[in-house]
């Protein structure tokens, strides 16, 4: 059968959990642009304001939603006005990620339960919400932004890649749940990407000599150079599309080599 590679995702409704900016936002921008009807959920509203009148030049019936993943009322409340809004979700992308540097016994108890709310249940909680549906049309598709962290790690890493490593593994385990409904479950693992939050960092540090060993550091922890956020959508486009249907439960390390590099 030959497969439409103009508009991969055209008829298809996708759920970005958050794209106001960053890789979220690149990636609810490309999958409007191959036909999708996108919802972004975000809590900067500004940005999210200004990616949404982007999104609806291309894809007018797109919709942003004001969200705060930490919160599981919101979360809850957003997934029922999506359903309302679109009559269903056929492709979830959970993007979020957050991360305070720290080890674990300096992580309070307050963090704890944010990182793990933001970074695994908001994700599980939009599953319950949408995956009955894809049951019921026996078909749909769910994308995790993971991280390299969830594989191989540094130190101060302790809370959030125990986070991502349980997206991880749920993922594979949905991808067995639900193979015989038509639901494919993969994950993303990115390594170093020149996102917004990067460049957030790397502003960080004062422009000289420590930026610039900063700048050595992050162009050295790999093989290739450091990814985009275009990059990362790329990916998310292939595991949405009919291109990878043969695939489900797997990993797909997006890290320009780094997970394959012996450090010294």
Do not use: W
């Amino acid at each position: 059968m030959l497969k439409d590679y103009n508009q991969l995702l055209k008829g298809k409704r996708a759920f970005i959990t958050t794209g106001a900016r960053g890789i979220g936002r690149e990636i609810a921008l490309l999958f409007a642009e191959q036909g999708a009807r996108v919802a972004v959920g975000g809590k900067n509203i500004p940005c999210l304001e200004k990616t949404m009148e982007e999104i609806q030049k291309i894809s007018p019936e797109s919709r942003g939603y004001i969200l705060d993943l930490g919160e599981k009322e919101e979360v809850l409340r957003t997934g029922e006005q999506i359903l309302a809004d679109f009559g269903g979700i056929d492709i979830l992308v959970n993007t979020v990620g957050i991360n305070k540097h720290m080890r674990v016994d300096e992580c309070d108890e307050e963090l704890l339960e944010k990182t793990i709310s933001v970074n695994y249940k908001s994700g599980i909680r939009f599953a319950r919400i949408f995956v009955p549906g894809m049951r019921q049309r026996k078909q749909g598709n769910i994308i995790n932004i993971s991280s390299i962290h969830s594989i191989q790690t540094m130190p101060g890493f302790g809370i959030y890649a125990g986070t991502k490593g349980a997206v991880n593994a749920t993922a594979r385990a949905m991808a067995l749940d639900y193979a015989d409904d038509g639901i494919r479950v993969n994950t993303i693992c990115p390594g170093l990407i020149m996102s917004d939050n990067m460049e957030d960092e790397i502003r960080t540090y004062p422009e000289g000599e420590e930026r610039d060993k900063f700048m050595d550091l992050l162009y050295h922890m790999q093989p290739l150079k450091p990814g985009t956020m275009e990059d990362v959508a790329d990916a998310a486009l292939y595991l949405a599309s009919s291109m990878s249907s043969y695939m489900t439960g797997q990993v797909l390390m997006l890290d320009g080599g780094a997970s394959i590099k012996a450090h010294g």
